[in-house]
């Protein structure tokens, strides 16, 4: 079952300790403009896997965060929103990890969903084709002493 969230309003999240961002939430329209983000284009023809991931989670990211606590410059004042600060702050391993998995990929579990083989009308292997060949005799019996 789907559960429809009608909010469009921000909510905050909590990534690690004294870390919040306020997060827009994970619209298509978001996705859509990230995936237009300049950045993007930018990327060489033969960009790896995960250049494109990091790419794509910082143009996320640029899009989503409004607000955020726990960020500070050197001297520990804190700091505004930027988007060199939110590419620095992506840049922390456990910072970007905890964004992937806490709000990109609460995103992307219907996504994931659609990748799954859907059951068949008359049983999960009905519209299954075979496609090992027939056993030529029945295996022996072992003998049993």
């Not at 033969?46 to 910082?58: V, Y």
């Not at 726990?70 to 922390?92: C, H, K, N, R, S």
């Not at 609460?106 to 519209?127: I, Q, V």
Request: charged content about 20%.
């Amino acid at each position: 079952m789907i559960r429809l969230n009608l909010s469009n309003q921000p909510e905050w999240l909590d990534l690690a300790p004294g870390l919040r961002l306020k997060l827009a939430p994970l619209t298509t329209a978001l996705m859509v403009a990230a995936r237009a983000d300049p950045d993007l284009a930018a990327l060489p023809e033969g960009a790896t896997q995960e250049e494109l991931a990091l790419a794509m989670a910082k143009a996320v990211a640029r899009l989503a965060i409004l607000d955020w606590e726990g960020v500070g410059d050197e001297a520990g004042a804190p700091t505004a929103v930027t988007p060199e600060g939110i590419e620095a702050l992506l840049d922390i391993w456990p910072v970007f990890e905890a964004f992937q998995t806490r709000y990109v990929a609460r995103g992307l579990m219907l996504d994931a969903e659609k990748n799954a083989s859907a059951p068949s009308p008359t049983g999960p292997s009905a519209g299954a084709k075979a496609i090992a060949r027939p056993a030529k005799a029945p295996a022996p019996i072992v003998p049993q002493d």
